[in-house]
């Protein structure tokens, strides 16, 4: 009997050890800003973080390996540098791949994308042009590329005698769009579309076209391949139509 206690307590004593030998969860962390729908925002049901990007960055960890996907949300303009220090490994926020990007990380192209201009429905204003612009207060999301476009149309010449207004978050541009605060807000193609659905607004025209790209740490090659991989299986599949459909119905 004794001996028997004897092997209980030492095998009490390794289980520790066997457990701290376990598998560690396997954590893919994501970068976002939740304030971009229909590509990232939280559903006001659930609380939940939702959007193509982020269902989308669920289904390649999911094909990478990852246990887990775990979405961080923080400011645009933070989310490459996040990167740079390791405190995520993806930037998933429709970021618009650029070459000044490019510098300070990897991206793996994803989706087409642009910049439109959004105006109230029941606006007379109908700008479709850069020039068109002019003169009337037009509203853009700080560090975005609808920014970069409009105040180089401004350096360039294209742009005169307008009111800039730059906000940390789209939710507040759209905000001030619809109290007449602002003329017009310059976002990403998709997301203009987005809103003229949901909301009182209409897209008048586009003014560029881009790629929007996942962004990975400079240097990063092997989450970058498997990235890339994992895209180029699900591209094509009822997955990606179900998501596209879902998000964009049907674009």
Not at 129 to 137: A, V, Y
Not at 164 to 186: E, F, H, K, P
Request: glycine fraction near 8%; proline fraction near 3%; aromatic fraction near 8%.
């Amino acid at each position: 009997m004794k001996k028997v206690l004897i092997i209980f307590v030492v095998v009490l004593l390794f289980l520790p050890l066997f457990s701290g030998c376990a598998k560690k969860e396997s954590i893919l962390k994501v970068g976002t800003s939740a304030d971009y729908p229909p590509f990232e925002y939280v559903d006001e049901k659930t609380k939940e973080f939702v959007g193509f990007d982020l269902d989308l960055m669920r289904l390649l960890g999911k094909k990478m390996g990852y246990d887990k996907v775990e979405i961080v949300n923080m400011d645009f303009d933070t989310i490459i540098p996040s990167l740079q220090t390791d405190k995520i490994d993806v930037g998933a926020a429709c970021i618009t791949i650029t070459n000044e990007r490019l510098q300070q990380a990897d991206a793996v192209p994803y989706l087409s994308t642009g910049q439109s201009i959004l105006v109230k429905k029941d606006s007379p204003f109908t700008p479709k042009t850069f020039e068109d612009l002019s003169n009337h207060k037009i509203g853009v999301q700080k560090g975005t590329t609808g920014e970069e476009a409009i105040d180089k149309a401004v350096t360039d010449g294209k742009i005169k005698n307008a009111d800039i207004r730059r906000y940390t978050s789209v939710v507040l541009a759209i905000t001030d769009l619809q109290n007449g605060n602002i003329d017009a807000v310059v976002i990403d193609t998709p997301v203009a579309t987005y809103y003229s659905t949901k909301q009182d607004f209409k897209v008048t025209g586009e003014l560029v076209s881009e790629e929007a790209g996942l962004f990975v740490k400079k240097g990063n090659t092997e989450l970058k391949s498997k990235l890339e991989k994992a895209l180029s299986e699900i591209k094509g599949t009822q997955e990606w139509v179900d998501l596209i459909n879902k998000y964009f119905g049907g674009q």
